[in-house]
């Protein structure tokens, strides 16, 4: 019974650490290593890396940016789970799930770059997010052409609701 117990505990070890570490990216803010990323504050100026608000309503955004990553990988159900149906941020969604219809893509991530906090109310906060996204390589699958799509930063202002007591993205400007 004890080499059972070893045994489970050992299989499931580097699921929980794996785990750990997506989370970790999700939050390392550009040129500091993920060991300390999520941990403490990051100072920039007078400001901190994510705003003194309420940690549920933050989730839907870095879950948001975790569902791009996975979304460049052709699973979207992540990304869905993040916001109401009528979101404008799930526009991404329909436009890869189509684009992969005919085209991969190779490399590119998301990285969540800053939130800033700019309207707080107590059922609704408005956050201004900045996302870098890397290069990212995109293969016709008939004519096997590429085209690369340069990185960029991506800033929009993300609307979080709370809805029957969860925080859910619900508009994009």
């Given amino acids: 019974m004890l080499k059972i117990k070893k045994l489970m505990i050992i299989s499931l ?5 794996t785990s750990c570490a997506r989370a970790q990216g999700a939050l390392a803010p550009n040129g500091v290593e993920s060991e300390s990323a999520g941990y403490a504050p990051i100072e920039e100026g007078n400001e901190q890396y994510l705003p003194d608000v309420l940690p549920a309503s933050l989730e839907p955004i870095i879950n948001y940016v975790d569902g791009l990553n996975l979304a460049l990988t052709g699973e979207f159900l992540y990304l869905r789970s993040t916001a109401i149906e009528s979101c404008g941020c799930l526009a991404i969604a329909n436009r890869l799930e189509s684009l992969f219809k005919s085209a991969s893509l190779i490399g590119g991530k998301y990285q969540l770059k800053s939130i800033k906090l700019q309207k707080d109310g ?17 293969i016709d699958k008939v004519n096997h052409q590429s085209i690369l799509w ?3 930063t991506i800033k929009n202002t ?3 609701k709370r809805v029957d007591g969860v925080w859910l993205l619900s508009d994009t400007k």
């Fill in 122 to 138: 107590t059922n609704q906060k408005s956050f201004l997010v900045v996302v870098d996204r890397s290069d990212i390589r995109k």
């Fill in 13 to 17: 070890l580097p699921l929980l650490l």
């Fill in 158 to 160: 993300f609307i979080v």
């Fill in 150 to 152: 340069s990185a960029s």
